[in-house]
């Protein structure tokens, strides 16, 4: 399952105690920030470009839109949502319901949650800032997924990297049955993958025990992030 990526599923608790069942497409067009710092920046994700609910009283694949906050202040106010149907005739299930809570599923196993990949991109995102410079580090987008090994293996001979670094990547690298991937990008372009073990969870100390690789798209980022790994954890820089 992808919660943050593409295409997602979750269940949602709504005001009205109902568990609808949500599924979201994402776009590049917009932008959705996830997790808020004590710095002035958080992550941003590409924006949601379509959500349908599949509910007993909306029936399935009903087209949903996000409420805009009424006080754009309000950090704590709750998400949002409101049945948009094409036809008229359906006012009274057009009020907006409060997701109270979120449920992705998950394959059993894993011990990593989607909550715990969204915490270890926020904690690794200054790491992420610095290394992108000036230049790009304000136009950073992140996308979050877990995946089986082989999947993401057999992406990344599509990634550009040298025939030294695919062949460390797809033959060295000791990965679980599922991972955890946290993507760094600007604009369209990869700019860094960071590989999670699902089998791990996020504690202290060590902070970054959950961390099995950075695979950067710039093979001139390897040394900074080295230094990095070198001293948090025992992560493979690729």
Same mark, same amino acid.
């Given at each position: 399952?992808?919660?943050?990526?593409?295409?997602?599923?979750?269940?949602?608790?709504?005001?009205?105690?109902?568990?609808?069942?949500?599924?979201?497409?994402?776009?590049?067009?917009?932008?959705?920030?996830?997790?808020?710092?004590?710095?002035?920046?958080? +992550? $941003?994700? @590409?924006?949601?470009? %379509?959500?349908?609910?599949?509910?007993?009283? *909306? #029936?399935?694949?009903?087209?949903? =839109?996000?409420?805009?906050?009424?006080?754009?202040?309000?950090?704590?106010?709750?998400?949002?949502?409101?049945?948009?149907?094409?036809?008229?005739?359906?006012?009274?299930?057009?009020?907006?319901?409060?997701?109270?809570?979120?449920?992705?599923?998950?394959?059993?196993?894993?011990?990593?949650?989607?909550?715990?990949?969204?915490?270890?991109?926020?904690?690794?995102?200054?790491?992420?800032?610095?290394?992108?410079?000036?230049?790009?580090?304000?136009?950073?987008?992140?996308? +979050? $997924?877990? @995946?089986?090994?082989? %999947?993401?293996?057999?992406?990344?001979?599509? *990634? #550009?990297?040298?025939?030294?670094? =695919?062949?460390?990547?797809?033959?060295?690298?000791?990965?679980?049955?599922?991972?955890?991937?946290?993507?760094?990008?600007?604009?369209?372009?990869?700019?860094?993958?960071?590989?999670?073990?699902?089998?791990?969870?996020?504690?202290?100390?060590?902070?970054?025990?959950?961390?099995?690789?950075?695979?950067?798209?710039?093979?001139?980022?390897?040394?900074?992030?080295?230094?990095?790994?070198?001293?948090?954890?025992?992560?493979?820089?690729?």
């Amino acid at each position: 399952v992808s919660p943050l990526s593409s295409a997602w599923y979750f269940a949602a608790m709504t005001s009205s105690r109902s568990m609808p069942t949500l599924m979201g497409t994402i776009s590049g067009t917009r932008k959705l920030k996830l997790y808020s710092c004590a710095a002035p920046y958080g +992550l $941003r994700s @590409v924006g949601i470009a %379509r959500l349908y609910v599949h509910d007993d009283r *909306f #029936g399935p694949y009903a087209r949903m =839109t996000w409420v805009p906050r009424q006080d754009a202040n309000a950090a704590e106010e709750l998400p949002r949502l409101s049945f948009a149907p094409y036809d008229a005739g359906y006012d009274e299930f057009e009020q907006p319901v409060s997701i109270h809570e979120a449920y992705v599923p998950l394959y059993p196993k894993l011990r990593m949650s989607a909550t715990d990949l969204v915490l270890m991109a926020s904690q690794l995102l200054p790491l992420v800032r610095f290394v992108a410079g000036e230049g790009q580090r304000d136009e950073l987008l992140v996308d +979050l $997924r877990f @995946v089986l090994n082989g %999947r993401y293996l057999s992406e990344a001979h599509g *990634f #550009g990297l040298s025939p030294d670094r =695919t062949e460390q990547l797809v033959s060295t690298l000791l990965l679980p049955r599922y991972i955890g991937v946290i993507r760094f990008s600007v604009g369209d372009r990869r700019f860094l993958d960071i590989l999670c073990d699902t089998t791990d969870i996020p504690r202290a100390p060590p902070a970054w025990a959950p961390v099995l690789a950075f695979i950067p798209a710039d093979e001139g980022l390897k040394e900074a992030l080295k230094k990095f790994a070198a001293k948090n954890g025992d992560a493979s820089v690729i």
